[in-house]
């Protein structure tokens, strides 16, 4: 078995999507805990020199360096078979599912969180009214991608809906409620044995 590091924070929804889907593969793996609040400069040299905006989250296997998310849960799904990486139907569902929440989910919301954070200090006129309109269409295609599955991937969890996930574990902190469909789905997100709080994916050392 290789040695997986992932380095992340429990603010970081993108840290948590990758930390789900090592839970979710029981794929056994360090985690270091990386300040995303302090200057990056203070973050330890290791990192830094591993991940290049000195972001998280970062996954080491066995010493090499996987960053962004949707680039890492691909590597995840594909070395291990795992989340939809054991077949190819599997693998083509969860990169588009991945493409989708980059673009669409994991752009609104997670700024939306941010804007609460800071009060909406640097956010220009009718940015957050625009940023509002996209989650609300959003929420008409989460429907149509799920469809009447209980998960993205079917029966069971994979990395689309790790990618889902991450973000919209906060969308009462975003100031914004969930359809229906998509409390149902985020109630049986909750239920997983493999699911933590995010400080329970991150402890701070
Ligand atoms: N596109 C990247 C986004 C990663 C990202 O934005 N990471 C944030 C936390 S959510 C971070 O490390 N921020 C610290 C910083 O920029 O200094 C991904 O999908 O992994």
């Known amino acids: 078995m290789p040695q997986l590091t992932l380095f992340g ?9 990758v ?3 090592l839970s979710l593969a029981g794929l056994e793996h360090e985690t ?6 302090a200057d990056p400069a203070t973050r330890p040299a290791a990192f830094r020199a591993a991940s290049p905006f000195a972001e998280v ?17 691909l590597e995840i799904a594909t070395r291990f078979q795992c989340l939809g990486g054991e077949t190819a139907d599997g ?14 989910i994991g752009m609104c919301v997670p700024q939306l ?15 957050l009214e625009w940023l509002g309109m996209r989650y609300a269409s959003d929420c008409e295609r989460f429907a149509i991608l ?3 599955g209980a998960f993205f991937h079917g029966d069971q969890p994979g990395i689309g809906d790790c990618a889902i996930w991450g973000y919209t574990q906060w969308l009462s902190e975003a100031g914004l409620s969930p359809t229906s469909i998509m409390k149902e789905w985020l109630d049986r997100m909750r239920a997983l044995d493999a699911m933590k709080s995010p400080h329970a994916f991150f402890p701070k050392a």
Request: negative net charge; proline residues 4%; contains cysteine.
């Open 9 to 17: 924070h429990p603010d970081s929804g993108h840290a948590c999507k």
């Open 32 to 37: 270091i805990w990386i300040d995303i609040w």
């Open 146 to 148: 799920l469809g009447d």
């Open 19 to 21: 930390a789900l889907a």
């Open 91 to 104: 693998l083509r569902r969860g990169r588009e599912l991945l493409m989708w929440e980059a673009n669409r």
């Open 113 to 127: 969180k941010e804007a609460r954070r800071v009060n909406g200090d640097g956010f220009p006129d009718g940015a």
């Open 57 to 73: 989250p970062l996954l080491q296997i066995d010493g090499t360096a996987f960053t962004q998310s949707g680039a890492i849960l």
